[in-house]
C-alpha cells in the first residue's frame, strides 16, 4: 500500500478530523453530492422514461412510418383507396430494420346512444395487424376477432365508454357518412374490449374494428385499403428509414414518419433532453463547489502535518493525492448514499406507481421511469472524474506550503 493512500485512510478515520471543524462542511459536501446523484437520477429516468413510454403510445396507435395516397397524407381518415397489392408488402425487404408493415382503413363516424353521441375514428383493421403495442393498454375484455369472418367486435377506450355510459359486451349504434353523397351508413357494434392508454388524444376518437367494415361502407374492393403502418426495430433511425421507404415506394404513394405526422409531440418531448442537461450542469456545479470548500477546509486544517511531510522528503504531487484520496472517499460516499436513495425510489415509482400526472398535459397517467444501468453507471464515474478534475485546481494551494512556516502554524 502507498504511503499516500495509508495517510488519508488514516486522516478519514482520525477522530479529531471526525470533531474538527470541518466535520460539519464534509457531511455537507457529502449530502449534496448525495442530493445532486438522487436528483440526476431521478431527472435522467424519468426524462427518458417518459419519453420512450410516448413514443411507445404514438407508434402503438400509427405504426412508425405511414404510407398512404397523397390525399390522405395529412389526414386520420381514409378518403382515396390505394392497392393492397404492393412490392413492399407484405415484407419490407428492400430496407434493412423494418419488422412489419400492416395494412388499415380509417372512417369518420358518430357514436349515437340514448343519452349522448361522440365523433370517433373507426380504424379498421385486418388479419396482419399487429395488436402487442394495443394489448399493453387493455383494461378490460379482448382483442377483437380480426381472422374468421365479419363480425361486430370492437375494441374501445374507456374514456368514450364513460362519456357514453358504455360497458364491456354492450352494443352501439355508430352513424358513418356516406362518400360524395347525402345520407349515412348505420353499423351496429359490440364492445368485446376497452383499452385505456391514458393518451387522451387517441382515447377520445379511435375505435378498432374489423377492415371490412371500412370497404364496405365505401364500396371498395378486397384489395384496396386506406394505407400502410410501417414498424422499425430502431426507433432512432426512424428519419433515415423514413427516406428509404419513400425512396423505395411508388411515385403515387407518400410516407411520413410519426415523428413528422405528429411533430409537436416531439418537439416538446426533446425539451426534456435540454431539461436533462440543465439539471445535470447545475447538480455537478453544486457537488464540486461543496467539494472544493471540503477539500480547502481539510487543506488548512492539515497544514502543519503537511510541513511535516514535506520536511521528511514528501513532493507536492504526493501530498496533493493524499487530499485527494481523501476527497474520493467522501464522493464515494455522498455516491453511495445518492443512488441507494435514487435507485429506490425509481423502483418504488415504476413498481407502485405512486406519482401520478395529466393525461391532458403529459399523455400518461402515471409517471413512467427507465432504470438504465449503463446510465447510472456513466453518470457516477462522470461525476467523479469532474469532481477530482476540479479538485487538483484547489489542492495546488498545496505547493505554495513551505516547511519552515507551517510546523509552527497554528
Not at 382515396?80 to 407484405?90: V, W
Amino acid at each position: 500500500m502507498k504511503l499516500e493512500y495509508f495517510i488519508a485512510k488514516r486522516l478519514i478515520t482520525a477522530k479529531d478530523h471526525k470533531s474538527s471543524i470541518s466535520a460539519p462542511i464534509i457531511k455537507i459536501a457529502i449530502t449534496a453530492i448525495a442530493l445532486g446523484m438522487i436528483m440526476m437520477i431521478v431527472s435522467i429516468a424519468t426524462g427518458r422514461g417518459l419519453q420512450q413510454k410516448i413514443r411507445q403510445k404514438v407508434s402503438a396507435f400509427n405504426g412508425h412510418i405511414v404510407i398512404s395516397g397523397y390525399n390522405d397524407n395529412n389526414s386520420d381518415v381514409s378518403t382515396t383507396p390505394i392497392s393492397i397489392y404492393q412490392n413492399f408488402y407484405p415484407k419490407f425487404k428492400t430496407v434493412d430494420g423494418i419488422t412489419h408493415v400492416q395494412a388499415i382503413a380509417s372512417k369518420a363516424g358518430i357514436i349515437r346512444t340514448e343519452n349522448a353521441f361522440e365523433p370517433i375514428i373507426f380504424k379498421g383493421v385486418g388479419k396482419d395487424y399487429q395488436a402487442d403495442g394495443l394489448k399493453e393498454y387493455l383494461d378490460q375484455g379482448r382483442m377483437p376477432e380480426l381472422k374468421s369472418n365479419l363480425n361486430e367486435e370492437v375494441l374501445i377506450s374507456k374514456y368514450l365508454c364513460k362519456r357514453l355510459g358504455l360497458k364491456l359486451g354492450d352494443k352501439f349504434v355508430t352513424y358513418f357518412m356516406k362518400e360524395n353523397s347525402e345520407g349515412y351508413n348505420l353499423r351496429n357494434f359490440k364492445i368485446v374490449g376497452i383499452y385505456d392508454s391514458g393518451f387522451q388524444e387517441f382515447d377520445a376518437g379511435y375505435v378498432f374494428g374489423d377492415i371490412r367494415h371500412v370497404q364496405l361502407i365505401n364500396k371498395w374492393k378486397r384489395d384496396q385499403i386506406g394505407s400502410f403502418e410501417v414498424f422499425v426495430d430502431d426507433f432512432t433511425q426512424i428519419e433515415q428509414k423514413g427516406q428509404q421507404v419513400y425512396q423505395e415506394t411508388s411515385s403515387t404513394l407518400d410516407s411520413q414518419t410519426i415523428v413528422e405526422k405528429y411533430y409537436y409531440i416531439f418537439e416538446w418531448l426533446k425539451l426534456f433532453d435540454f431539461n436533462i442537461i440543465v439539471i445535470l450542469i447545475v447538480m455537478i456545479v453544486v457537488s464540486t463547489i461543496n467539494m472544493v470548500v471540503a477539500l480547502l477546509v481539510l487543506i488548512l486544517e492539515r497544514i502543519q502535518m503537511i510541513g511535516i511531510l514535506k520536511s521528511i522528503g514528501a513532493d507536492n504531487w504526493s501530498i496533493r493525492k493524499i487530499f485527494l484520496y481523501n476527497a474520493a472517499y467522501l464522493i464515494g460516499s455522498g455516491l453511495l448514499w445518492g443512488n441507494s436513495i435514487g435507485i429506490g425510489l425509481l423502483l418504488i415509482q415504476k413498481y407502485l406507481g405512486i406519482i401520478k400526472l395529466n393525461p391532458e398535459s403529459y399523455y400518461v397517467n402515471t409517471a413512467p421511469v427507465d432504470i438504465n444501468i449503463f446510465y447510472i453507471l456513466l453518470l457516477n464515474l462522470g461525476t467523479i472524474a469532474i469532481c477530482l478534475l476540479v479538485l487538483l485546481i484547489p489542492s495546488y494551494i498545496i505547493t505554495k506550503i513551505t516547511p519552515s512556516k507551517s510546523i509552527r502554524f497554528e
